[in-house]
């Protein structure tokens, strides 16, 4: 099994661009989530998804925008790319229900984004 | 939301045990207590989960005294490899969304010769 898959692993943008980080687990879970994690510091929630079809905010939404394109696949989309959103950006999934108390999260790998 | 608090960083030699503290004051009746690891350039990894008392796996212990206030990490004889930082999370309070999806800063551990 690969577990949970992230694309690309780096990429680097000028200010204004758009683009999808792409996410993919194989493990059939039901939830999804996207983070930012910045230098030193602990990760960020920014979306996510309790079940195809659905997706939620999380701590740090402005400036994303996702989509849940099916139980597999969770994408997150910089519609204009800042200074700000550099950082490095992991996918998680989880076989639990979001906030069941029982959920453990599995991470890929991460994709880091620079923003020029 | 059920808040955490962790050493910044600590400093171990092979073969020592390290115990991480976290603690959690506000924590609900229903939270569990889940610490993570993450290895530089990857993404965060699941150790040990529990509610209370204490819990053993083939990685690390987890002790929680009976009023859940705190929680204590425990890595019995580690290596080099242990180098990384942990996390602890603490939740989810039956009204949160995403409490429990929370990570603090984490505690980063060095392991040396």
């Known amino acids: 099994n690969a577990g949970v898959t992230q694309t690309p692993k780096f990429q680097v943008l000028k200010t204004g661009q758009s683009m999808t980080l792409q996410c993919a687990q194989d493990m059939n879970h039901n939830s999804m989530y996207w983070y930012r994690q910045d230098p030193g510091m602990g990760l960020r929630l920014i979306y996510y998804?309790?079940?195809?079809?659905?997706?939620d905010k999380g701590e740090v939404p402005n400036g994303y925008n996702v989509s849940r394109l099916n139980k597999r696949e969770f994408s997150l989309r910089l519609e204009s790319a800042a200074p700000s959103q550099t950082s490095v950006y992991f996918c998680a999934s989880s076989m639990y229900n979001v906030g069941d108390p029982n959920e453990k999260l599995f991470f890929g790998s991460g994709t880091q984004l620079s923003v020029l | 939301l059920a808040k955490t608090t962790q050493p910044i960083s600590m400093d171990s030699y092979e073969g020592q045990e390290v115990n991480i503290t976290c603690s959690h004051n506000n924590i609900a009746t229903n939270d569990y207590i889940t610490w993570y690891q993450q290895f530089p350039s990857q993404g965060p990894r699941f150790i040990i989960q529990?509610?209370?008392t204490k819990v053993t796996n083939e990685v690390a212990s987890l002790f929680i005294p009976a009023d859940r206030k705190s929680s204590t990490l425990s890595l019995p004889r580690v290596s080099l490899s242990d180098t990384a930082v942990y996390y602890c999370l603490v939740g989810p309070a039956l009204s949160g969304g995403y409490n429990k999806l929370i990570f603090g800063a984490g505690t980063r551990l060095a392991v040396h010769p």
């Open positions: 998804s309790a079940s195809e079809g659905t997706t």
């Open positions: 529990g509610y209370k």
